[in-house]
């Protein structure tokens, strides 16, 4: 099996054009791995409990519109 180490010597090797590609594809493959941790996390009831807290809050209109937030940092 490949190293962490020996992978990052070959990447060292490649040409700068071949490292962004590598770089889009490694981000791509994470947000893939991050969304089906989520829709993991909500299968198991995980989120559940933060789900009902954003519900009672929306109810209770104990929300800012995100612009505000934002605008606000």
Not at 25 to 39: F, R, S, V
Not at 43 to 52: C, N, P, V, Y
Not at 55 to 67: G, H, S, T
């Amino acid at each position: 099996m490949t190293t962490r180490v020996e992978v990052e010597s070959a990447i060292k090797q490649l040409p700068e054009s071949e490292v962004r590609d590598l770089a889009k594809w490694l981000q791509a493959y994470l947000d893939e791995m991050w969304d089906q941790q989520i829709e993991a996390d909500l299968a198991s009831g995980k989120l559940d409990r933060l789900i009902a807290q954003a519900e009672e809050d929306i109810a209770a209109n104990n929300v800012r519109d995100l612009d505000e937030v934002l605008r606000n940092g």
